[in-house]
């Protein structure tokens, strides 16, 4: 059974503050790691997809980064706003399967 | 250009009964996977269709089958409900040959449909 691991559960951060959280997962052959984020009431979206080692990431105040050989990824957020308060899934793409991890909850305090 | 749309988006059913949930891609996506959602979960992969069949599926009893017809469009079928089948059923579609845009599959969710068992 393949286990995305992520970490941690729930976070609450102040506005204007940065933060990461971290994505781990079997450091096996995958095709590519995903990363979504999903307000509430909303469908998921895609923020970034990477799939070699060493790939970083940039949309905006937010990026993310991938180590494929100790299986990790982390999530940053510098300067949070209330924007940014949703879930954030990550997911490995292996065997023909996108799997998720439970993600991280982020609520951003005013 | 229309998204995933799914459909119903509640429903409530009574444990014993069927329930049918329909989805449509993505213009221009050919594959269909189904996720659910449970409470304090994160979206566990049901199954994926692609050229009508079942292409992979996830740790699910035959009481979840489903369909994909030439339109792409797909339904997921759920037999024998049970109360722990109450969940938030999320579709997302892909385009098979891969997006050009991110460099893989990237999957398009729809709002989901939640079904609730009582």
């Known amino acids: 059974i393949l286990n995305v691991e992520q970490s941690p559960q729930s976070l609450h951060v102040q506005e204007g503050d940065s933060t990461n959280f971290t994505c781990s997962f079997p450091s096996s052959n995958f095709y590519a790691l995903h990363w979504y984020r999903w307000e509430t009431a909303k469908s998921p979206e895609a923020l970034f997809v990477m799939t070699l080692n060493g790939d970083e990431k940039k949309k905006g105040r937010i990026s993310a980064t991938l180590n494929t050989k100790e299986g990790y990824s982390y999530l940053y957020i510098k300067g949070s706003q209330p924007e940014d308060s949703a879930t954030y899934l990550c997911a490995l793409d292996r065997d023909d399967k996108i799997i998720f991890g439970k993600g991280t909850r982020l609520h951003i305090l005013p | 250009d229309a998204g995933v749309t799914q459909s119903p988006t509640h429903l409530i059913k009574t444990r014993g009964q069927q329930v049918t949930l329909r989805c449509s891609p993505k213009s221009g996506h050919d594959t269909v996977s189904w996720y659910q959602q449970a409470l304090g979960q994160g979206p566990q992969f049901i199954f994926q269709y692609y050229e009508e069949e079942e292409r992979q599926r996830g740790n699910f009893p035959d009481r979840f089958s489903g369909h994909q017809f030439p339109n792409y469009s797909s339904e997921l079928n759920v037999n024998a409900l049970l109360l722990g089948d109450s969940a938030l059923y999320l579709c997302?579609?892909?385009w098979g040959g891969g997006d050009s845009a991110w460099g893989a599959n990237v999957l398009t969710f729809g709002a989901g449909s939640r079904l609730t068992v009582l």
């Open positions: 997302a579609s892909i």
